[in-house]
């Protein structure tokens, strides 16, 4: 079955530790996304890749960093220099130039103390 | 994109319908409404999409009004398991404009389906 994995479900680090989430899919997507969501909010979009070795910040990029090295792959690194990590991740993916919708991930939530 | 005003909570009865609006009355001629779901601690989930014509799928039926300043998300027949945030977003088409495909999710209307 095609679809979109995040890893893992449940993420605990200390504070000042940079953490790796990561993101994977096998749907032939060519754009990829990263969202946060915190408690009651809605979702806000940190990066974004239409293509292989080419990503844009979002509205909240600060502190964020990503690589897009593969197609099928969009990791996210939390940096220390995020102030408040603690959060819901989420990853999308979708064709590129297409009405079709995203399809996303299941999601992971980090903490950090 | 054009922004959108949805209700922030409310109720209906499992089996019956389920009418959540949108207004979305800066919304112009090549930007579509797109209707997603959250259940709680999931991603979301996508249900359907229009432009001017009314829509329906094995989900749910969307109406636009003649104007397209709102919408309707009908939910024919709710199920406790249609309880979630559901999330009206206004997206232009990304064949005419080089948006980067992004989808700007505002808060959405909390629905709770009661017995």
């Known amino acids: 079955d095609g679809g979109i994995t995040q890893s893992p479900k449940y993420l605990f680090r200390k504070e000042g530790q940079n953490v790796t989430l990561s993101c994977e899919q096998n749907l032939n997507h060519d754009a990829m996304y990263w969202y946060r969501q915190d408690p009651g909010q809605g979702l806000r979009l940190i990066y974004y890749s239409q293509i292989v070795n080419d990503f844009q910040k979002g509205d909240i990029a600060e502190g964020y960093s990503v690589s897009r090295e593969k197609k099928e792959s969009f990791p996210l690194t939390v940096t220390s220099a995020q102030k408040n990590p603690t959060a819901f991740y989420l990853c999308a993916s979708s064709l590129r130039d297409s009405l079709y919708g995203y399809t996303f991930g299941s999601g992971t939530r980090l903490t950090v103390v | 994109d054009a922004k959108t005003t949805q209700p922030t909570s409310m109720d209906c009865a499992e089996g019956r319908a389920a009418n959540l609006p949108c207004n979305h009355s800066?919304?112009?001629?090549?930007?579509?409404v797109y209707w997603y779901r959250q259940i709680h601690s999931q991603g979301p989930q996508y249900i359907i999409h229009?432009?001017?014509n009314n829509e329906t799928n094995e989900m749910a039926s969307l109406i636009i009004t003649e104007d397209r300043k709102s919408s309707t998300l009908i939910l024919p027949h709710a199920t406790l398991r249609d309880t979630a945030v559901y999330y009206c977003?206004?997206?232009?088409?990304?064949?005419?404009?080089?948006?980067?495909?992004?989808?700007?999710f505002g808060g959405g209307t909390r629905v709770l389906v009661k017995p």
């Open positions: 800066t919304i112009s001629g090549n930007e579509y």
């Open positions: 229009g432009l001017k």
């Open positions: 977003i206004v997206r232009a088409n990304p064949m005419i404009k080089a948006a980067g495909n992004k989808l700007t």
